[in-house]
């Protein structure tokens, strides 16, 4: 049986569409969530319920790590005798091991792959998938996919409402002085992963949860009056109904856009939490 071309390899911070999850071609690695006396595969054994509940029960905040490098081998191995090429899509590598994992993982199996760091992650990885599928489906060489991929992960926009600080600091993503300042003066920090570096940075400091869905919701305006933008991701932490609040506000201002709206995976609900609300998208120049 003739091998098939391209298979496609993410990881569970990815927001995994049906689409993807269906998909024949789409592998999807998990990362781990160790509790002091447990550990579970994100997505898998876990769900983002069970992890809050687990969470405000035992008022311990789990740790995370990346599939380990033997994981990719062996998943390379397997995809090495099904398919001609892979290309992987990964949560940036300034925030996980997983993306070196991965890089490790096909050495070690001799498959011939790419990987992609996203230098981002959620619904950014997902994009990227599904533009490297349609250059796919037009015959693109899987090499010159993910080079555009790459170029096209620094067009992607993203700017995020936490919800718990405090989950935020004890996953070592904010320093001891911004972890205070935000929490005695109740401030809610908006904040983004760079993607020309794939690194957390606070964004701006907002006084109030108000005031910060507005600012977001301009900061996506100013970005629509100088690109095409085709669609905008809202994703949350279990807070279904204020996503769908802003999604009626985002429509109110540039009602032609298509929005949808997903909830982050356990990995992603580790460090930001509870109650997160963040906004997606990607700048294709005019």
């Known amino acids: 049986m003739a091998k098939k071309k391209i ?3 993410t990881d569970s911070t990815a927001y995994i569409t049906q689409e993807l999850a269906e998909h024949p071609d789409v592998y999807i690695l998990p990362l781990n969530i160790m509790f002091e006396d447990e550990t579970f595969e994100d997505g898998v054994d876990l769900t983002t319920d069970i992890l809050y509940n687990k969470i405000r ?23 090495k005798n099904e398919y001609d090429h892979a290309v992987a899509v990964h949560i940036s590598s300034k925030l996980s091991g997983t993306y070196e994992s991965s890089v490790n993982g096909k050495n070690m199996a001799e498959f011939d792959a790419e990987v992609v760091d996203s230098k981002c992650m959620s619904y950014a990885i997902t994009t990227l998938i599904k533009k490297g599928m ?26 995020i409402l936490l919800g718990s600080l405090e ?25 983004r992963i760079d993607t020309s570096t794939g690194e957390f940075e606070l964004f701006e400091r907002v006084r109030s949860e108000k005031k910060a869905v507005k600012r977001m919701i301009g900061l996506l305006k100013n970005s629509y009056e100088k690109n095409i933008i085709s669609q905008v991701q809202i994703m949350h ?19 032609e856009l298509d929005i ?20 997606i998208w990607n700048n294709k120049k005019r």
């Open 7 to 9: 298979a496609w390899v």
């Open 57 to 79: 029960q035992q008022k311990v905040v789990p740790k995370t790590s990346q599939p380990s490098v033997g994981k990719f081998a062996e998943l390379y191995e397997k995809l």
């Open 134 to 159: 349609e250059m796919a489906e037009a015959g693109t060489d899987y090499k010159e996919i993910a080079d555009e991929l790459r170029q096209e992960a620094s067009n992607n926009e993203n700017y």
């Open 167 to 191: 989950q935020f600091y004890k996953g070592g993503r904010m320093s001891g002085t911004q972890y205070l300042l935000g929490s005695m003066l109740q401030i809610k920090p908006i904040i």
């Open 237 to 255: 932490g279990n807070l279904e109904h204020k996503a769908n609040e802003l999604k009626e506000k985002v429509l109110a201002e540039i009602p």
């Open 260 to 279: 949808v709206i997903g909830e982050i995976s356990s990995t992603i609900a580790v460090h930001a939490g509870e109650g997160t609300l963040a906004m």
